[in-house]
């Protein structure tokens, strides 16, 4: 076997172990088999006592596991940790860092390789191989077992992060914490509720029934159900089939015998689990084990089980009509949230969200955001499955989320809550005010909207028109492109709303993140492919048809701005604008009085930044989309968990493009501005007015702070903290500033929720 396949086939077994034990000895045991040595450990960081942990071992004395521990540069296994790199020698004993260890067995191994095994820039413990020849290992020997532990740091940290959550062991871990990315502001305390799609085995969440003889009576008529549907299957293509082929279904049926499966799922539910979840659970394990198989034939029958489990499980659900119970303060989580899971729950039970799949721009996050739900989304790590009915915090600042968390920490983020509440209250009176500096410099604030909802919500809080319209969302509630006269009347709503005040209508932007069921874009790098501009000038009939029904949809209000997403190049405008000129010339000879709308672009890549003089002179307006603009600037995916905390709009070099584009939208004499996550941040407010922008759209929850905060200082005072900040270099100090600036006004209140979450983690 080769070392590609050794990798291959070790990662697969740790990959399917049941816990962070089993992967151990798993690797452990395979490691040391590979590269045909004495003895093979690993030591577990950890963090909390500065300790590593004798965890798992093929060769040296077991009993010791656990009992046993070495702080960090104590020992080679220390200095492993310490230095964050191997080492390989020959005569461990004369090593000067060598510690005699008692009662492990390792006195007479004399060569020793070992290598840190970390995740995400954190030491997660170390792996060693030894042997008793004094040998030095050779260096094919030490690439194997870096890259093993490489291969191996992030299972280990996913089944350190699951396995605090387990439920069917009764474990009683606290504060386990699980990272994601923020999909909407603010902090949510409440008890989870576990939503799944139907027949889908690993989306079914642990459970106890309510009465066990109850629950078996009901599977056992669901397996005689199922029974039947393979007999009748069975007969329905016998003239069709090969007798060969024809022989699965007898698989099937004798899998349904009684010693077989349901016999194993029958003694889970008589253990008091519902048949749900003992089905689940169940095929689940056999899947494993047929997957592991290193027979071809037998890995392929892993298939038929989970055939036979999905009908088994699809019946259950299908009688089982019993309406969920929303407790109060519900915490809804799932694999994959979507609108409709939130539309079945009562809006006054709902705190917060949290869904393993998807992005800030999901459907369902920006639905939150509208709704001012605290998200996150992207949380891969959270064992959902196990979690039904525990208290969680949902830190929709951070993207993260709380499993079991302490009374202290659980105290932390009440006072959060509570100061959220009382802000909030505080802000109302605002709502008729107008966003003014004390030394009277106006700002406009906008919204970005996208669902009907929205508009509620951002007249509420004193919206004066909305920056950014997102016309794609209507676009993805569909099951095919809606007509010209749909997209009107989606549009007529929109703008009379804010009638007389301006809405600011994005041309579809599809693509990245954002694809429409029934017009799939797959590619190996969506963010730098086909999408925004790129689609609609691809596809004129589309684009055409949009701008059209936007005009219609403004004959008689006439508050439609039109705004192009992704432009990089001059060439695309100029396209793009003769198309809007050629729509808006159809319409006027059809004889509908529509007027052509202000134009802008969406400076959101960094060649629109340093294009902008060139497109400002061509168009009416530019407004900066700063969230895809910080993502494209500082290379950093914002929908990936990993790099999430690289990914921050205080970057220094985000804020020089960001006064690039304010200088040289005013220079053409057009008006300069902003939708973002970056125009709703209080702080960063601040800086934005400074630079010159005229109107900041943000997220409605977040608009009565930012105007709280203007309305609080002066535009010298803006103009003098702007000047400091442009000479800063690190984010934290860019921060720091603000946040004295706060203090000065006393308006720390309304960013000390951020600033009490930093310190939280």
Known sequence: MNILQSLSNIVQKVNSAPDLQSALDIIVTQVRGVMGTEVCTVYLADHQEQ????????????????????????????????????????????????????????ESFSSFLGVPIIHHRIVLGVLIVQQTAKRRFDESEEAFLVTMSAQLAGLIAHAQVTGLVDLRADAKAVNAEFRGVAGASGVAIGRAVVVSPPADLYAVPQRQSRDSYEELTFFRACVARVRNDIEQLSLQLADRLPPQELALFEVYSKMLDTPALPAEIEELIEQGEWAQGAVAHVIRMHLQAFEQMDNPYLRERAVDIKDLGRRLLEYLQQANNEPIIYPDNTILIGDELTASMLAELPRKKLAGLVSLRGSRNSHVAILARSMGIPTVMGAVDVPFMQVEGTELIVD??????????????LASYEEIVEEERLVSRGLEALKDLSCETTDEHRVSLWVNTGLASDIVRSLDRGAEGVGLYRTEIPFIMQDRFPSEEEQRTIYRIQLEAFAPSPVTMRTLDVGGDKSLPYFPIEEDNPFLGWRGIRVTLDHPEIFLSQVRAMMKASVGLNNLRIMLPMISYVKELDEALALIRR???????????????????????????????????????????????????????????SVAELYNSYHPAVLQALVHVANAGHAAGKPVSICGELAGDPGAAILLMAMGYDSLSMNATNLPKVKSVLRSVSKVEADELLAKVMELHEIEDIRALIEVLFEEKGITRLFRNQIKQRQLH
């Open 51 to 106: 300790r590593l942990i004798f965890r798992a071992t093929e060769g040296l004395n077991k009993s010791a596991l656990g009992n046993l521990s070495l702080g960090f540069g104590e020992g080679l296994v220390g200095q492993v940790a310490l230095r964050e790199e191997p080492i390989n020698t020959n005569n461990a004993e004369s090593h000067p860092h060598f510690q005699y260890l008692e009662d492990i067995g390792e």
């Open 396 to 409: 929709g600042y951070a993207g993260l989320v709380y499993f079991n968390p302490t009374l202290e920490l």
């Open 583 to 641: 729509a808006h010339a159809e319409l006027v000879e059809e004889g509908i009085d529509a007027l052509l709308p202000s134009i802008g672009v969406m400076v959101e890549v960094p060649a629109a930044v340093y294009l902008s003089a060139e497109l400002a002179s061509r168009v009416d307006f530019l407004s900066v989309g700063s969230n895809d603009l910080t993502q494209y600037l500082l290379a950093v995916d914002r929908n990936n968990s």
